[in-house]
């Protein structure tokens, strides 16, 4: 076999074993032992199956036979020493699905949209991101990808530093779980107390009180998001500067960038109202302090490592320039990007400190639910408009605050 055969062979051998849990999942249980054991069988076999295609692949490549006289020379799909970078590029390029296959299932070829054939991508779990500009990629606008061509030696991009998802530094919970909807349960209600109970007597009279935890249940519906890439066929022909790398990295900042949205959102609609400052535009010595001794929250703030600020640099610079005879938030245990003694992470997507704004977000990130379809879908679309390629690319993710007292907000007054 080939690193493509194995690869689709592997594919065959995982369909095998999610049809097994959804079949497990949809009748409400968990495997059997009959079907653990097919399931386990099946994940070893699938990595045995790819370790055998990465051997393959990483086989030096042969010298050329000599050609026999009247022979058509061997015609090779995809680029010599491929890579999966390379080969996406050469899918890009040329809408080749050769290089491609493996990273397609079996029916996407013909399932995807208008028929054209779409490839899935692993979306990597930290990425930089910027935000999305409504144009097409070409080289007669600086901005849009006349910069990439280089005009000199100089033939690398510098693309613009900027966030970083939120998730994957908060604590944020993975919600897991197959298909669109999930209903995960959640504690919904503090603990009962213990009641006093009297020594037990010969008649045996004397009942302990039941109690049962009181649980909620909240709905985790993937949300789908798109963004398309135009590219003209000119910038595929003169740009010399690693155009894959840099849509890559634009891919993945929009990414981090769009959940960071979706987190705050989720926060700013269901979290708890911590604090109301008293400024508009401004935010006083002692008003964060309210919000982390704050009665609620205060009981969530465990030593698990979730505990966070999120706030604009701007806010925070504001905080900590605070003096006076009330506590000052920039010496002693306050020094450096910490806010009575927890962390603090920037994000453009918070609120300004403007009328009205939740500009300060602050609790306990384990409490914050997070589902994500683990994939990026690009359809390569030459048909949209004559003289560009567009790529469309789309994954699906959802944020949900599971105990609305565990993390909140600072918002700034109205009026």
């Known amino acids: 076999m080939n690193a493509r ?7 065959t051998v995982l369909d095998s074993a999610r049809a097994l849990v959804e079949l497990a999942e949809k009748e409400d249980r968990d495997l059997n032992q009959e079907e653990q054991k097919t399931y386990d069988a099946a994940l070893v076999e699938a990595q045995a199956l790819e370790a055998r295609a990465i051997r393959l692949e990483s086989l030096p490549e042969q010298t050329p036979a000599p050609q026999i006289r009247g022979q058509a020379p061997a015609f090779n799909r995809t680029k010599p020493g491929e890579t999966e970078e390379r080969a996406i590029a050469h899918y890009v390029k040329t809408g ?81 779980g197959i298909g669109t909807t999930v209903n995960y349960p959640f504690e919904n209600a503090d603990a009962q107390e213990f009641t006093t109970t009297a020594e037990q007597s010969d008649a045996h009279d004397v009942p302990y009180t039941r109690d049962a935890p009181q649980l909620g249940s909240k709905a985790f519906t993937l949300v789908k998001k798109t963004k398309k890439i135009e590219l003209t066929e000119e910038l595929m022909d003169d740009e010399d500067a690693n155009l894959m790398e840099f849509l890559a990295d634009n891919i993945g900042r929009g990414i981090a960038l769009t959940h960071n949205g979706m987190l705050v959102t989720e926060v700013g ?55 006076g005879d009330a506590r000052i938030y920039g010496i002693a245990t306050n020094e450096g990007r910490n806010l009575l003694e927890y ?69 700034q007054a109205a009026a």
């Open 5 to 11: 055969e194995l690869r689709d062979k592997r594919t």
């Open 96 to 176: 080749d699905v050769g290089a491609v296959r493996s990273l397609m299932t079996v029916d996407q070829e013909d399932r995807s949209s208008n028929g054209r054939p779409e490839i899935t991508i692993k979306i990597p779990s930290l990425r930089e991101m910027r935000a999305v500009t409504n144009s097409s990629m070409n080289i007669t606008t600086a901005g849009d990808g006349g910069n990439a061509v280089p005009t000199g030696f100089v033939n690398q991009i510098a693309a613009r530093r900027s966030e970083i998802r939120l998730a994957d530094r908060l604590g944020v919970r993975r919600i897991p």
């Open 269 to 323: 609609t269901t979290g708890t109202a911590l604090k109301t400052f008293a400024s508009q535009t401004a935010i006083a010595a002692g008003e964060p302090d309210a919000m982390v001794y704050h009665d609620t929250l205060a009981n969530y703030l465990d030593d698990g490592g979730s505990n966070h600020w999120v706030m604009k640099p701007s806010t925070f610079g504001a905080i900590k320039g605070l003096s």
């Open 343 to 411: 962390p603090v992470h920037y994000s453009s997507k918070a609120g300004s400190m403007a009328a009205d704004a939740k500009s300060v977000l602050f609790g306990n990130w384990y409490y914050m639910g997070m589902r994500e379809d683990p994939v990026l879908r690009l359809i390569r679309d030459i048909y949209s408009v004559d003289g560009m390629v567009i790529l469309k690319y789309s994954f699906r993710a959802v944020y949900g605050q599971l105990i609305a007292g565990a993390i909140g907000y600072g918002k």
